[in-house]
């Protein structure tokens, strides 16, 4: 019982990315069949974001005041009734709407999940499970667009993936009831000092910035960035899925390679080969598959690698009673980069073309590395002035 818990978890969190990944796939290219600019693309699939910056403070609350169950099933119906909403919605405002709910419930779902693994998950298993789950929220945003270009070719209507991510959204209750007599009490956390945490690690949150540059702006824009290059939607919907292998397998490795390594030289690397990689692509994606989707699976390892060195930094450089605000603070900051990531990427890619994507990733990647470097210029590389 001790690791059918943990594993249930897993499975539920991979299944909530899976919804995700499909919708990555779905509602941008629904949007701009409907006439939406990159721009109006990149706003509408921000608000996923939107609604954990908005509610960031008052997750832990929530969370507390619902409790496990409630909290599920009614997220769980919340995500499936706004995806089924969205499939007969052509009013722009009403997208806004729907993928704003979509991504609320799922932050709440995944904030359950996430401390519910950490109550139930001890001993020497603690650090793989925990790397099982890190897993699990990119394999499901990988196996979106593989699964949706599976089925949509015995797709009766435009409107029935809509009813298969709907029921899949469903998901989460059917397993998480096998368990929910194992629920854990919640307690609500400390209030998050983001200004705090800031200040005193501000390479590290500026790390993860750029890393939600890539994380949340690349999965809404690389199939209209591979179409827009001449790939079929098929294979530029397998940009997305190789980026999130890449941050399963290659941000597995580099993250257990930051425990033998100093941590911030494993970033400013990641980032480096991030930025690399980015204006590689535009010149392979015209001709050269393969490469591409080589480079994606390199990228994407980068990206996982920053986010998971940068969170093990953090747990090593506060204390213990600061680390709840340190983590959400630095979840904030991923998120705070997805949202400029999304808008800037579907402006740049109006004004200048399909390789604003990549425009946008090397100008952010190249500025944070000239800020590292200017730092650092008269300082020693130590953690007492790296984190400042």
């Known amino acids: ?64 005041k619902l409790g496990v169950v409630k909290i599920v099933i009614f997220a769980s119906l919340a995500r499936s009734l706004s995806i089924y909403f969205l499939a007969y919605v052509n009013h722009y405002a009403l997208w806004l709407s729907g993928i704003f709910i979509y991504g609320l419930m799922t932050t709440l779902l995944l904030v359950v ?62 397993i998480l009831s096998f368990i929910f007599n194992n629920k854990p009490s919640l307690e609500s956390g400390e209030k998050v000092r983001f200004k705090f945490i800031f200040r005193h ?26 179409t827009a290059n001449g790939l079929t939607t098929d294979s530029a919907g397998f940009l997305l899925t190789m980026f999130m292998l890449g941050s399963v397998s290659i941000g597995l490795v580099v993250s257990s390679l930051s425990s033998f390594f100093d941590k911030r030289l494993i970033i400013l690397v990641c980032v480096s080969i991030s930025s690399l990689c980015a204006v590689f692509l535009s010149l392979s994606v015209y001709t050269h598959l393969y490469t591409a989707l080589a480079l994606m699976f390199l990228w994407g390892g980068c990206m996982g690698g920053i986010y998971a060195t940068g969170m093990s930094f953090i747990g090593e450089r506060f204390r213990t009673e600061d680390q709840v605000s340190a983590n959400m603070s630095y979840v904030l900051m991923d998120s705070v980069g997805g949202l400029v990531g999304l808008c800037i990427i579907g402006g740049s890619m109006d004004l200048i ?26 300082k020693s590389l130590i953690p007492g002035h790296w984190g400042h």
């Open 1 to 64: 019982m001790k690791i059918f818990v943990p594993i249930t978890i897993i499975i539920t969190t991979l299944t909530i990315q899976l919804s995700s990944g499909l919708n990555y796939v779905i509602f941008p290219q629904v949007l701009s069949e409907q006439g939406y600019s990159n721009t109006f693309v990149g706003f509408a699939m921000s608000f996923e974001i939107v609604s954990t910056l908005i509610l960031y403070k008052k997750l832990s609350e929530i969370v507390k």
């Open 201 to 226: 690690a501000k390479a590290i949150m500026l790390s993860a910035f750029v890393g939600g540059i890539c994380f949340f702006g690349l999965p809404s824009f690389l199939v209209l960035y591979g």
């Open 353 to 378: 073309g399909a390789e604003g994507l990549s425009y946008t990733v090397v100008i952010f990647s190249t500025t944070y590395l000239l800020f590292i470097l200017s730092r650092h210029k008269y």
């Open 113 to 174: 999940l996430s401390t519910w693994l950490n109550m139930v998950s001890v001993g020497k298993l603690k650090g793989f499970i925990i790397g099982l789950y890190s897993s699990a929220l990119s394999c499901g945003i990988a196996l979106g667009p593989v699964v949706y270009y599976s089925y949509k070719k015995f797709a009766s209507s435009e409107t029935e993936p809509f009813w298969v991510n709907a029921l899949i959204a469903l998901i989460p209750i059917l």
